[in-house]
């Protein structure tokens, strides 16, 4: 595949929003599951606590991280991103987004995920299109 042509900021414009879009379809499933298994989420803020503080969602939180270092780094000035700057965290984001049955973390949980919900499927498939366009 070809590479997304632009600056190192544009091609980590292109990982942080295909990686929002994940996170997002992430939560979704982890709240489904949630209200499936434990209890009914009835407010915003509830599900808000629930994503910062409850143990349900922490395996979360490390994809959640890494956005805020891709946003970081895309947005940073001085120093500027460089082109290596940017394949590391793609790289990075390729290592941290390979599901896997015998990993722990986020890695384990994410298989899991991939294992119960189509969304999830989905949403990973979008991910690696956007991975492979990235591809240096």
């Known amino acids: 595949m070809s590479e997304v042509s632009g600056t190192p900021h544009d091609r980590l414009a292109t990982l942080s929003a ?3 879009h994940l996170h997002k379809s992430l939560l979704d499933v982890e709240r489904a599951a949630y209200e499936r298994d434990v209890a009914r989420i009835t407010s915003t803020g509830q599900y808000l ?4 503080g ?7 939180r490390e994809i959640s991280q890494f956005i ?3 946003d970081e780094a ?18 990075q984001a390729r290592a941290i987004l390979s ?3 015998d990993a722990g973390g986020f890695r384990r949980r994410y298989y899991e995920a991939l294992q119960r919900d189509p969304a999830a499927v989905l949403a990973h498939g979008t991910m690696m299109k956007v991975l492979a366009q990235l591809e240096a």
């Open 74 to 91: 895309r947005d940073a000035d001085d120093p500027p991103v460089t082109p290596v700057d940017a394949a590391r965290l793609i790289e």
């Open 49 to 52: 606590e629930l994503v910062l």
């Open 99 to 101: 599901p896997s049955e």
């Open 68 to 70: 805020v270092l891709v």
């Open 54 to 60: 409850d143990p349900w969602f922490a395996w979360l």
């Open 18 to 20: 295909g990686l929002l």
